[in-house]
């Protein structure tokens, strides 16, 4: 297709949404004209496809990667996957955005022991997790109002990043995948990323707003 897109951009558990931005953006592409290269039938780009929806080979082959890589930025369907886009706002100050934080089992970013939000933090509206030619036309952005998802207020994301760089970083998202909490490495407390754990300390953990009401 003679885009340019590299191989060591996609980080282990990146989301194909992340992927697709990344190569919107490097690209300059406008949405609209991506969305349709997402799926072998005629796609109105204003409506959009599920992200379950892609061809996963024609992904593959627009973005010059395997295709086992275009399957686990989708994800395995499940009960609790979000209908909107959920994000750490310290990833996408990195341009990154990993395909777990979409099951609302997970609350907390493993690797920046914030919360996981829904909402855009200048609108206050949610995204939906539906890729349309609105949220491709927006790289890390929220498709309702512009702003940057990242918690450094209107500063474009550091795409090319070394975001897990370290074996600890890699590790935290590898046990939220097997169903475990993440420890924290400041108190040896844990961080619960699961409803069932998630019942102690609710109330309190929304008023104060912070991460110690889990310990």
Partial sequence: FGYVFRKEWVKPYESLLGMLWKFTQMNRLPGHSVVTQLCSRPTDPYEGIAITDVDVKRVARLLGIAQFKVRAGIGKSAKDA????????SCMALGYHCRLYQYERHFYCPI????LRAECCRCGRPSAYWLDAQLLDAPFRCRHCGAYYSHLYG????????????????????RITHGRSMPVADTGAPICLYAQER????????????VKAFE
Wanted: aromatic residues 6%.
């Fill in 82 to 89: 979000s209908p909107f886009f959920r994000h750490c706002t």
């Fill in 112 to 115: 920046h022991r914030l919360p």
């Fill in 155 to 174: 500063t474009t994301p550091k795409l090319w990043s070394n975001t897990l760089a370290t074996a600890k970083k890699r590790t935290a998202l590898s």
């Fill in 199 to 210: 019942k102690v300390g609710t109330q309190h953990s929304r008023s104060a707003g912070s």
